[in-house]
């Protein structure tokens, strides 16, 4: 076979596979070898002619095949990427591929990025976004630790339920690793150093999280020391209000006042045109005889002298309500210390407020009856009329009502007084200033004005035979209760006493109806200095009344039949305060005691026991008060089921000085007002 032969053979059998250049090339390279490794030396020595021809046609065989692999190798590298390059501009060509990739064109960066997040992901960034600004102004933080520091301090091992697993498997541990042949192994000491340096991790992480909670404790002291600054603030504000809104009401009643004199003015203008009208009188009226004569001499001389009932009619009494009631008081704290007021010289004998931050009328047994703005915390004038101290009184909206130890119960409208601190003058001058609205709380207490009052006195009640020492206003029904031993029920329209009670009479009644003890009267172990009042106090609801004598008896009253249906028998001493709702009567006694009765069963429902006699009480909705002979009032909190003092015993005590003894107490709303023997009155939030 030549040269052309072998040549065209080979490109016969690379022809069989034409997508494969290896599966030609590759058989036909090892055959060319194997038939040369093949050939044995003895048959090349034995025909060296004959060989010569082939090896000549072997090495032509291995160089056409080299050259054509290494053309085919030269072409493998280009044609790939030519064929792939037509792959494409294939596809390019392809109407859907270019409308994508012009779309693709046409969006942002930012578009493309945003399209390949899913909902989550988006809102996640969102929300962890930071402005360049907040990067820039990163506040310098105080804490040692860092996020992923507090973050591994926090992980779950270290909670209650991972200490006692950890706990327990570390004992379990303990028990089987201590045994005494793997103590001196290199296995236990590596394991005793991975415990320790386990625990000082656990201390590290302790250490920790006792750091992290000491800054938030900083961080809620920081918050509530903010907190408290805009409590202040408001409290202020509050109070700015409040004033405001007394000076607004004080000019509502300066305008109703004047709208009522210029309707009296009109109406007696209309009047005085009607009987002055021509043709209003004929000839004949002109005309007197005798008989007219002697009816007009009659009457002249009765006409003179006011009946009671036009007298009662002429000065009877108008109620002012307050449109609206502080609340300033209800956000102080308990036993805050609002004001501090000198009002006399002596003892404090009786005084009643009408609502927080209002009007305080207050007797004292220098003689003097003194009306008090208690938001201006200023006196507004004195009461003159009675010629003995006051004992009892109260404080009923605008009206008055004043018992006294000359016999008589009088009854004043405040809202009559002619200086108003908050501002209003109606009745004076505006050119009249007295200074008293530029007064420092500081100096010493300003007289009112003279005269300031005249107008308040409304009528005079006098039937009692000796001192008063109790009363209620409720209504148009007042009750009050002498030392004579009676009680006397009084009609404000007509001005006098409308029924007698005899309380010694009803205890004899009650005793022989009884056939008991039970009813009568009873000596009591226990009697004040000096004497206790006959009657202690008295309360009036329509047609019921309660009244504490000081044989102890607290007995209720029927006022329209006027007998005692029901003695509540339990105190040893007199009783000296009352009051009820309601279901419960509250009663206190210089028995040391305050009890707490059903009126639904006559029977005790709670008492309280102290250390001093009890010589006033009063509660609202959520506390009961009461002075026991002590430099503080006592607090009984109804809700929470606690007692607590508060006065001035408490605050002034840390500066060391002793104040007078409380006796008189007085509270609405948590708004406490008490008076003690020195003359002075304290104001509290309770």
């Given amino acids: 076979m030549d040269d052309s032969d072998l040549h065209n053979a080979f490109h016969d059998e690379a022809a069989v596979g034409e997508n494969s250049i290896l599966s030609v090339a590759t058989p036909a390279y090892p055959l060319a070898f194997e038939s040369l490794l093949s050939a044995s030396p003895t048959s090349f020595a034995s025909s060296s002619a004959s060989s010569s021809r082939g090896i000549e046609a072997f090495t032509r065989k291995v160089t056409t095949t080299a050259s054509h692999l290494a053309g085919h190798g030269g072409d493998s590298a280009g044609n790939p990427y030519h064929n792939a390059m037509g792959q494409v501009h294939k596809q390019l060509s392809r109407p859907v591929v270019q409308r994508r990739m012009f779309s693709m064109a046409r969006t942002s960066p930012t578009d493309l990025v945003r399209s390949k997040f899913s909902t989550a992901e988006i809102q996640s960034r969102a929300l962890s976004f930071l402005s360049d600004d907040m990067l820039q102004h990163i506040p310098e933080d105080e804490n040692a630790y860092s996020l992923f520091q507090g973050f591994q301090a926090t992980f779950p091992e270290l909670t209650e339920d991972g200490k006692r697993h950890r706990r327990r498997a570390s004992r379990g541990r303990k028990m089987i690793e201590e045994s005494p042949g793997t103590a001196n192994t290199p296995q236990h000491l590596h394991k005793l150093k991975k415990g320790r340096s386990t ?79 021509p043709g209003a009188r004929s000839d004949e009226d002109d005309l007197v005889t005798d008989q007219d004569i002697d009816e007009f001499m009659s ?11 036009n007298t009662s009619r002429q000065k009877r009494h108008k109620t002012n309500r307050r449109k609206s009631m502080p609340v300033l008081h209800e956000h102080f704290n308990p036993g805050f210390g609002i004001r501090e007021i000198k009002a006399h010289a002596e003892q404090i004998a009786a005084l009643d407020f009408d609502v927080p931050f209002g009007t305080m009328v207050s007797a004292s047994l220098d ?20 010629t003995a101290s006051v004992r009892a009184l109260q404080v009923e909206d605008n009206i008055l009502v004043t018992g006294s130890a000359d016999a008589t119960v009088r009854l004043w409208d405040l809202s009559k007084a002619h200086y108003d601190p908050q501002g209003s003058r109606f009745g004076r001058d505006d ?24 107008d308040c006195p409304l009528f005079v009640l006098q ?97 329209r039949s006027g007998q005692v249906h029901r003695s509540l028998v339990g105190h040893t001493g007199p009783v000296t305060c009352l009051q009820f709702d309601d279901v419960h009567i509250v009663t206190g006694s210089l028995d040391r005691s305050i009890r707490i009765w059903d009126l639904r069963t006559g029977s005790i429902f709670d008492a309280y026991a102290y250390e001093n006699p009890i010589t006033s009480m009063m509660f609202d909705s959520r506390r009961i008060v009461s002075a026991a002979c002590e430099d503080v009032v006592k607090v009984y909190d109804k809700t929470d089921s606690r007692q607590w003092d508060c006065g001035a015993g408490i605050t002034e005590s840390e500066d060391g000085r002793t104040p007078a003894v409380v006796d008189h107490v007085r509270i609405r709303d948590g708004y406490m007002v008490e008076g003690r023997r020195d003359g002075l009155i304290g104001v509290w939030a309770c």
């Avoid at 603030?233 to 809104?245: G, H, M, T, V």
């Avoid at 009457?299 to 009932?309: A, D, N, Q």
């Avoid at 003689?367 to 009675?386: P, Y």
């Fill in 431 to 454: 050119e009249e200033d007295d200074g008293m609205a530029f007064e420092n709380p500081d100096d010493q207490p300003v007289d009112p004005p003279e005269g300031s009052m005249a």
């Fill in 299 to 309: 009457k002249s001389v009765y006409e003179k002298i006011p009946s009671v009932s």
């Fill in 463 to 559: 039937s009692h035979v000796d001192e008063i020492t109790a009363l209620h206003l409720r209504g148009n029904t007042l009750v009050s209760g002498s030392s004579d031993k009676t009680l006397r029920q009084w009609d404000l329209e007509k001005g006098r006493c409308i029924q007698t009670l005899d309380v010694m009479w009803a205890a004899a009644q009650a005793s022989a109806s009884l056939g008991s003890g039970e009813g009568t009267w009873r000596q009591t172990s226990r009697q004040a200095s000096g004497g206790a009042d006959f009657v202690g106090a008295l309360q009036v609801f329509e047609s019921a009344l309660a009244c504490g004598t000081a044989d102890g008896m607290v007995r209720l009253w029927d006022l």
């Fill in 199 to 277: 625990l000082m991790h656990e201390l590290e992480m302790l250490s920790i999280r006792k750091n992290m909670a000491s800054s938030e404790i900083r961080e809620v002291d920081n918050k509530i020391a903010n907190l408290t600054g805009m409590r202040r603030i408001l409290l202020e504000r509050l109070a700015n209000l409040e004033q405001d809104e007394a000076l607004l009401e004080h000019d509502i009643v300066d305008m109703e006042n004047r709208i009522d004199v210029a309707q009296e003015l009109v109406e007696e203008a209309e009047s005085i045109a009607a009987a002055t009208a």
């Fill in 367 to 386: 003689d003097t009856v003194k009306v008090w703005d208690l938001n201006a915390g200023r006196c507004i004038g004195l009461l003159e009329g009675h």
